[in-house]
C-alpha cells in the first residue's frame, strides 16, 4: 500500500507539472522577452507546489511508514529464534520502548491491575531459582502498578525465552561489550481477561548489570512503563 501511494502521488506530481510546464513554455514563446518567462517559470513552481500539497493530502497515510511486524524483522527469521508461551506472533509489531508488542484495541491496560499467573523457563539456561526471581520481580512490580480505572484484575502469564549470565569474555567486543557483558534476560507476556481471553501480548529483552534479577527488573520496569501509557 505504501508503495502504491508513493507511485500514485508520483504521477500525480509529474503529470500536474508537466502540463504546467508545457502550457507556459507556449504562453513563454508567444510572449515578448524575459519577464514574461520569469513569470511564466514562477508560476510553474508554484503549479509544482500545489501538486505535492496535494499529493500529501490525497495519500497522507502513505506518508507513514506502518509498524514493523515481528514475523517480518530479521530477529524472526534467525535459526536460533527462541519461541516462549506466545502462540502467535502474527500481529505483534514494534513497540519502540518495549521491543514487540499487541494489545487489544478494546482494551486498555492501565484500567487494570495485574496479577502474576504461571511463569515458565524455556531458555537454554536451566534454573529453578531464575524462576524464582523473574515470578518475585514481577509480583513486586505489579504491586506499585496503580490501575486508573478499576476495571478489574487481569493475569499475567510469563515465560523466559531467553537467558545469560554476566560475562565478562564479552568486554572485548568493540564499542558494545560494556553492554553485552552485563546479564540479559528475555522475558514473554501473555495478559488474559476474567474469561481467559488475551488481551495483550508481549516480548521484551534487556540486559542489566552483573545478576540476572538486575536484567529482570528491567524488563518488567519496562513493561509497566508502556502498560500504564496504553
Known amino acids: 500500500m505504501l508503495l502504491t501511494g508513493i507511485i500514485l502521488s508520483g504521477i500525480f506530481?509529474?503529470?500536474f507539472c508537466f502540463q504546467a510546464t508545457s502550457k507556459e513554455m507556449v504562453?513563454?514563446?508567444c510572449?515578448?522577452?524575459l519577464a514574461v518567462?520569469?513569470?511564466?517559470?514562477?508560476?510553474?513552481?508554484?503549479?509544482?507546489?500545489?501538486a505535492v500539497?496535494?499529493?500529501l493530502f490525497f495519500f497522507p497515510n502513505y506518508a507513514v511508514c506502518a509498524p514493523t511486524k515481528l514475523v517480518e524483522s530479521s530477529e524472526y527469521k534467525e535459526k536460533d529464534f527462541h519461541k516462549g508461551i506466545i502462540t502467535d506472533y502474527s500481529n505483534?509489531?514494534?513497540g519502540d520502548d518495549v521491543q514487540w508488542v499487541w494489545i487489544d484495541p478494546a482494551i486498555k491496560l492501565s484500567?487494570?491491575?495485574l496479577k502474576v499467573g504461571k511463569v515458565e523457563n524455556r531458555s537454554d539456561l536451566r534454573s529453578r531459582s531464575m524462576v524464582d526471581t523473574v515470578r518475585n520481580v514481577f509480583?513486586?512490580?505489579?504491586a506499585d502498578l496503580k490501575a486508573k480505572g478499576g476495571k478489574g484484575t487481569l493475569s499475567a502469564d510469563l515465560c523466559i525465552y531467553e537467558a545469560e549470565n554476566f560475562s565478562a569474555g564479552k568486554a572485548w567486543i568493540p564499542f558494545a561489550g560494556g553492554h553485552q557483558m552485563q546479564a540479559g534476560i528475555g522475558i514473554e507476556m501473555v495478559l488474559r481477561d476474567a474469561r481467559n481471553r488475551t488481551v495483550g501480548k508481549f516480548r521484551h529483552f534487556a540486559r542489566e548489570g552483573a545478576q540476572i534479577e538486575a536484567a529482570a527488573q528491567e524488563v518488567a520496569g519496562d513493561l509497566m512503563k508502556y502498560i500504564a501509557s496504553h
Do not use: E, P
Not at 518567462?37 to 500545489?50: E, F, L, P
Not at 509480583?139 to 505489579?142: C, L, N, P, S
Open 139 to 142: 509480583k513486586d512490580t505489579f
Open 31 to 33: 510572449g515578448s522577452g
Open 13 to 15: 506530481f509529474f503529470g
Open 53 to 55: 500539497m496535494l499529493a
Open 92 to 94: 505483534m509489531v514494534d
Open 111 to 113: 484500567q487494570y491491575g
Open 27 to 29: 504562453m513563454a514563446r
Open 37 to 50: 518567462a520569469v513569470n511564466d517559470w514562477r508560476r510553474v513552481t508554484s503549479h509544482c507546489i500545489m
